[in-house]
């Protein structure tokens, strides 16, 4: 079922699946990941995890992200957890070039990145809660990777799902999958009917009331 969601995800936007998984009572919503650069466009995949820690040692040690993105398939996004250090970066240019290689959809970090301005020209997507020019070189390495993560709160796992725009960012565990997107794809076309509504003239404030338009809820009937 894989491609059928992601696909799904792709046709709507990170709000209604926040709605969604506000009604099933779910987790899954972050904040202060923004897009660091304006795709257009919703970013949608499965997600491949990285931890990423201080370097501890001398000599030579594992870059992030590197052997994730070594093997990474076609709708994989790369989602590092480097606790929220905004300190130092932890994605850069010659990663997004090796990732557009493997087909990678985009990458998220709780943390900072750099050469943001690489990742636009090569139309990779990258949310991070800021961009630095500090490299990871010396400071930070690679501690794990698929191994379950936080994400500004929230528990996260390879082969999770994830959707992203310039409203934020959402993930979706993997085992609630297909029915918080069939409950995004009916709060999405709830909306787009009371947006019509709204263009036929109707009062706004009519137009809100449930009794109109009834929310939508986790029950299959409507």
């Known amino acids: 079922m894989t491609a059928p969601i992601v696909a799904a995800l792709r046709e709507l936007d990170s709000c209604a699946v926040s709605d969604a998984l506000d009604t099933l009572g779910l987790p899954g919503a972050v904040t202060a990941l923004p897009p660091r650069w304006d795709s257009g466009a919703v970013l949608a995949g499965r997600v491949r995890t990285v931890t990423a820690a201080p370097k501890a040692t001398a000599g030579p040690a594992t870059h992030i992200a590197t052997p994730l ?70 400071r930070i390495v690679q501690q794990a990777m698929d191994e379950r993560i936080q994400v500004a709160g929230v528990s996260v796992a390879s082969y999770d799902y994830v959707i992203a725009d310039v409203n934020g960012v959402v993930f979706v565990a993997a085992d609630q999958a297909e029915r918080v997107v069939e409950l995004a794809q009916r709060i999405a076309e709830r909306e787009a009917r009371m947006a019509d509504a709204v263009r036929a003239g109707r009062d706004v404030s009519e137009v809100m009331h449930d009794s109109q338009f009834p929310a939508v809820t986790a029950d299959i009937t409507t």
């Open 69 to 138: 993105v070594a093997i990474a398939e076609s709708d994989d996004v790369v989602v590092i957890d480097n606790h929220g250090r905004t300190d130092v970066s932890c994605w850069g240019g010659l990663l997004a070039e090796a990732a557009v290689q493997r087909g990678v959809s985009g990458v998220i970090v709780d943390g900072a990145c750099r050469d943001v301005q690489e990742s636009a020209a090569l139309g990779l997507p990258v949310f991070a809660r800021a961009a630095v020019p500090v490299s990871a070189r010396g």
